[in-house]
């Protein structure tokens, strides 16, 4: 009996294609609503963790417009555009400000 490795997570639109033209063989499904909101999230923290891991400034830069796809991808599903979401940041910006200045809170007491 063959052994198979089971994903269970969602991948770039051409991976299946890739797979096939290497000789692969795969069982797929696609998922949509809540299903595929849940796959987002679950893809935008194993992308978050791949950044988190590697050490490369190249691979970083990767992992960053990985996750930026990501992010477009969910923006899509929530029928919000990049721009929206631009415009949104913009306004926390301003509110609370960016992370230009590189704080790291320590410690703050208990109230």
């Known amino acids: 009996m063959e052994e198979t490795k089971v994903f269970t997570k969602l991948v770039r639109d051409k991976v299946p294609e890739i797979i096939k033209s290497n000789g692969g063989d795969f069982e797929m499904e696609t998922v949509s609503g809540p299903e595929f909101i849940e796959a987002l999230s679950r893809k935008l923290i194993e992308e978050c963790n791949e950044l988190f891991d590697v050490q490369e400034r190249d691979q970083k830069i990767e992992d960053l417009a990985d996750i930026i796809e990501v992010v477009y991808a ?19 910006r301003e509110k609370r400000g960016g992370f230009d200045q590189k704080i790291l809170i320590k410690s703050t007491p208990i109230t």
């Open 74 to 92: 969910f923006a899509n599903e929530l029928s919000v555009t990049p721009e929206e979401i631009e415009r949104i940041r913009l306004e926390k």
